[in-house]
């Protein structure tokens, strides 16, 4: 019920849209925010002589779009920062990745500000590396090579999300505005699939459930600009 509530407040947000002025322009960004996959949710998964997982992590990434009559097209794409959690037994490293096609639309532009509602599809990954932590000798590796291995779980994905921006050190009128921006973008990433994990040589069976879904604050840092007509 969650996740429908929020997809009917975005796909609702723009109708009181009819009457904007009409802009068009573009933007160019870098996105930098905290991580929210909740990797804790493995740890029940995992046994007792593996190192618990924790969410820390950061998100980073970069996108553009264009806007015309106030419609906007674009994409993004970005990565879950590496973090390895390690003890005497093993080591085990995160890390993901994302990218998406986007469409919205400006219901507010007015000196310098920017706001807008977006809605983007594409897919996520996820990736854990789980690797033995002890010396190894020769015959023994070569009997069994697989002292590491790297688990993948893939979705598509649905963005649902609002952005903000402010332009400065550039020029600003009634008639248009650019220049360096800096703003912010929240939202919820909705992940269809949690279960078709992979290894590194084909699928996983009977792999526990995860969803990738979450919520997300990022900090956007560009630059570009938009007119009135």
């Not at 949710?41 to 190192?51: D, G, Q, S």
């Not at 999300?161 to 921006?181: M, P, Q």
């Not at 290894?199 to 630059?223: K, W």
Request: proline fraction near 3%; avoid cysteine; charge should be negative.
């Amino acid at each position: 019920m969650k996740k429908i509530g929020f997809l009917l407040i975005m796909i609702g947000l723009p109708l009181f849209l009819i009457g904007q002025t009409r802009t068009g322009g573009g933007m160019g960004y870098f996105m930098v925010g905290p991580g929210m996959m909740q990797w804790d949710e493995l740890n029940t998964e995992f046994p007792a002589e593996y190192p618990e997982l924790e969410n820390t992590s950061i998100e980073f990434g970069g996108g553009g779009f264009f806007a015309v009559s106030n419609f906007i097209i674009g994409g993004e794409g970005g990565g879950l920062s590496e973090r390895t959690f390690d003890n005497q037994n093993y080591n085990v490293t995160t890390s993901g990745g994302f990218g998406m096609f986007q469409l919205g639309y400006m219901v507010f532009n007015r000196k310098n500000f920017t706001l807008y509602p977006l809605v983007g599809y594409g897919g996520k990954d996820i990736f854990l590396k789980i690797t033995e932590d002890r010396d190894i000798d020769w015959n023994e590796l070569v009997a069994n090579p697989r002292q590491s291995t790297e688990l993948q779980l893939s979705s598509s994905l649905l963005d649902l999300g609002i952005g903000f921006n402010y332009f400065a050190l550039g020029g600003g009128s009634e008639k248009g505005y650019g220049g360096f921006s800096i703003g912010l973008r929240a939202g919820y990433q909705m992940a269809f699939e949690d279960n078709d994990w992979k290894y590194d040589n084909g699928d996983v069976y009977e792999a526990p459930d995860f969803d990738m879904s979450h919520f997300y604050v990022r900090l956007t840092i560009g630059g570009g600009g938009f007119g009135k007509y």
